[in-house]
């Protein structure tokens, strides 16, 4: 039997190749892939944009089914054949100074980034990452069992969800009493409503653009309180009558490229709040970044890139509990051979294709 992957050999080139199965040894394991989300930063990945190791096998959010298992991995892993696991794309070491403090999320133990996705096909067993329909779990793989009666493309937003965790509840400490402020609609932005509002937010608001405004009406339904297409609104003005002129306690900045809205953040947040930048821009500089404002503010910001495997089982909790209706969220399946498809879909790229959460199904 062999496994079929999408490989990206270039900036824009994909294409489809079989691979043989690995062994299996005692400490590893096979995924039968079932779904895996399309990430916004796989159009960058895509683009060539995103420092990666070139031919890979991309996605790094996987659901899936345990096909094999040695003895050693089912017991440290407490999961066997047949078990449904949602993966953690980073595979941290175990021993780097990041992983001894507490932080495996940015483990660089093994030079760069070690995750599904991310992992040349040169290194064996080339199966590392999910845009196919066998993945290889290497010993320090992270899984976590998730309840098999969901739907695939549901359940696999464990990913997009466990980062709303981090980034918008366990990173800002964000609890009853505080305004949220989040910047950007997309499926991180969506996902940042949902944990704030399960983590009993106070007032939630998102901004977008007004092409956004399907999202918009989304983040009303997953339990925003008030948005903002700030093309057409003075969202300064929006924001001060909301909270009463003091600003956001928390601002979350998950919007893509442009670096604009993470000077805006310091305009919107309130006297010692909290604003996390989790959208990546390209590495383009911030223009108008007015520091001062963080000075007199006294305004705590924070990095925040990977995800915690706390707040993937807040995720996964979530997703089980079936309480919000996230089949609304979700766009579009594609099968492996339309990858590409899938990513200029995500970004944008295809026009009158509106993507939120998409997924490949192998
Ligand atoms: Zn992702
Ligand atoms: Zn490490």
Not at 76 to 87: E, H, I, N, S
Not at 198 to 216: E, N, P, S, W
Request: hydrophobic share 40%; with cysteine.
């Amino acid at each position: 039997m062999r496994a079929r992957a999408i490989v990206q050999t270039a900036p824009r080139k994909l294409e489809l190749r079989e691979f043989p199965l690995p062994e299996i040894d005692d400490d590893s394991a096979l995924l039968r892939v079932e779904a895996c989300g399309i990430c916004g930063s796989d159009a960058e990945q895509y683009a060539g944009v995103l420092p990666v190791p070139m031919p890979v096998i991309p996605g790094h959010e996987p659901l899936g089914i345990i096909e094999r298992i040695g003895d050693r991995a089912a017991k440290r892993w407490g999961v066997d054949v047949g078990d449904r696991v949602a993966v953690e794309p980073l595979i941290p070491c175990g021993h780097c100074h990041a992983c001894r403090s507490g932080q495996y999320q940015v483990c660089r133990g093994r030079g760069t980034m070690f995750a599904h996705g991310y992992i040349p096909i040169t290194r064996p067993p080339s199966l590392w990452g999910a845009y196919a329909d066998y993945m290889y779990l290497d010993p320090f793989s992270i899984v976590h069992r998730v309840r098999k009666d969901i739907p695939a493309n549901i359940a696999v937003m464990f990913n997009p969800l466990g980062a709303g965790f981090r980034w918008a509840v366990e990173v800002p400490h964000t609890g009853p009493g505080d305004t949220v402020l989040i910047l950007g609609p997309g499926q991180r932005g969506l996902a940042s409503v949902i944990a704030a509002r399960a983590a009993g937010a106070d007032c939630i608001i998102v901004t977008g653009l007004a092409r956004d405004a399907q999202k918009l009406a989304l983040a009303r339904e997953f339990g925003a309180d008030h948005t903002i297409n700030i093309e057409e609104d003075d969202a300064h003005r929006r924001v001060h009558e909301i909270t009463g002129g003091r600003g956001a306690d928390v601002v979350v900045e998950v919007s893509a490229n442009s670096p604009e809205p993470v000077a805006e953040a310091l305009h919107y947040v309130a006297i010692g709040g909290r604003i996390v930048l989790a959208g990546v821009k390209g590495f383009k500089a911030v223009p108008n970044f007015v520091s001062d404002l963080a000075v007199i503010k006294e305004v705590t910001i924070r990095g925040a890139f990977g995800v915690t495997s706390r707040a993937y089982a807040s995720a996964i909790r979530l997703i089980e509990s079936g309480r919000v209706p996230l089949e609304k969220m979700h766009t579009h399946d594609f099968p492996l051979e339309r990858a590409e498809e899938a990513i200029r879909s995500l970004a944008g790229e295809i026009p009158g294709q509106s993507s939120i959460h998409s997924c490949l199904v192998p």
